[in-house]
């Protein structure tokens, strides 16, 4: 028993360490922000569609770095949700072997909520594995764009990274805005993306209290 306890003592300060880290991390990068800011008789539009629809107000922004690299802290699922885009090209996002996004079809796809969801297989630490990928115009051959792609905005397709909705390094919420370059413009909606850590089970939690409550009456009986 005191064995057991020992193991899950330790299990209990090492989900404490855990807890208190961030999940993710952008390493380098180019401070920027979202929508890019870019200006133009072919602009679009100078707001970024699906943020204003999820943060409920016309020219939202969000602070965050081009040309970074994202980093996973720890070892984790992670929960990744499709935000929308307002897109004419084909663009799609890849990660643990599954890939959503637009496909042919509706060229905007902005509703405030997640268009779609799902929980990545168990991911271990280190640079996040992960790419877009973009066909349309002229494009014979799609565009990859990979975690780590040092493509400055408005010179070909590319992503912004924000964490936690900020300017800051390190965050447990990661939003990637991603950029076709299809128009003279760097709004950054084309694709959305969130990636959350998944909490952890509450069963994980019960196992370690039970365990603690079990050598409590132990050691009551014993005495």
């Known amino acids: ?48 569609e699906v943020l204003d629809a999820l943060l409920g107000a016309v020219g939202s922004s969000m602070d965050g770095f081009s040309q970074g690299t994202v980093h996973l802290n720890r070892d984790t699922v992670l929960r990744v949700e499709v935000l929308g885009w307002e897109a004419g090209w084909i663009n799609t996002f890849t990660i643990d072997g599954t890939t959503v996004g637009k496909a042919v079809g509706d060229s905007a796809l902005v509703t405030g909520d997640p268009v779609s969801s799902f929980d990545t297989s168990f991911m271990t630490a280190g640079d996040l594995d992960f790419f877009f990928k973009s066909i349309g115009g002229s494009l014979l051959v799609p ?81």
């Open 1 to 48: 028993m005191k064995k057991i306890l020992m193991t899950a003592g330790a299990a209990l300060l090492a989900m404490g360490t855990v807890a208190s880290a961030a999940t993710f991390s952008i390493i380098g990068g180019v401070a920027d922000s979202v929508p890019g800011g870019s200006t133009g008789s072919q602009l679009e539009t100078p707001e970024n």
């Open 143 to 223: 565009v990859v764009v990979a975690n780590g792609d040092t493509t400055v905005p408005g010179a070909g397709p590319n992503f912004i990274a924000s964490l936690d909705a900020s300017d800051q390094t390190d965050g447990d919420v990661l939003w990637l805005f991603f950029d076709d370059n299809a128009i003279a413009g760097d709004n950054h909606d084309d694709l959305v993306i969130r990636i959350s850590a998944v909490p952890l089970p509450a069963g994980a939690l019960l196992l370690l209290s039970g365990l603690g409550a079990l050598a409590l009456r132990r050691k009551r009986n014993a005495a």
